[in-house]
């Protein structure tokens, strides 16, 4: 894989929420174990954690049921060993694919939560801030028409 195809990711924490240099807005998956791969592969790369390790972590949690949540959301996440902060990534896809979403639309619209196993409590929860922003209909448009990664960081920043 390029590091082309490598999608940026969004790290949030407490005192960084979004970093723009983790933005991407046009990740050419066809699938959603790509989607996954990818970002397991970024996630590892930026947080030190073992590629397969993350990737297993997300799968398993994918097999429990679709993390696919409507409206061209999705939302997989997954406990990681190993992690020291939660770890998100943010991927707008080039084309909306398969999720097996609850609505059963495809997505195009992804936001993957890694956490630490152990610790993190009172921690700001990156899934549960993503779940929230991503209902709004508003957030979903801009995210889906922005053109910038300048944009998405104030999209995630502020929200409408």
């Known amino acids: 894989m390029s590091s082309e195809a490598i999608p940026s990711v969004v790290i949030m ?3 960084n929420p979004i970093r723009l240099d983790a933005v991407l807005l046009a ?3 066809r699938t959603k174990i790509e989607v996954l791969r990818a ?3 970024r996630a590892a790369e930026i ?3 073992d590629p397969l390790t993350v990737f297993r972590a997300l799968a398993d949690r994918e097999k429990l049921g679709s993390t696919g949540v409507g409206s061209g959301v999705a939302l997989p996440h997954a406990a990681v060993d190993g992690l020291v902060e939660p770890v998100a990534l ?3 896809l080039e084309k909306p694919v398969d999720w097996e979403a609850i609505d059963e639309q495809p997505v195009d619209l992804v936001v993957v939560v890694l956490s630490p196993t152990t610790g993190g409590e ?3 929860n990156p ?3 993503s779940a929230r922003l ?3 209909a508003e957030v979903r448009r801009r995210l889906v028409t922005c053109r910038a990664a300048e944009q998405v960081l104030e999209i995630f920043a502020g929200g409408v």
């Open 47 to 49: 947080s030190g954690s």
């Open 13 to 15: 924490t407490s005192t």
């Open 39 to 41: 970002s397991a592969a």
């Open 27 to 29: 990740l050419p998956a």
């Open 90 to 92: 943010f991927a707008r």
């Open 134 to 136: 991503l209902r709004s």
């Open 127 to 129: 899934l549960a801030r």
């Open 122 to 124: 009172g921690a700001p």
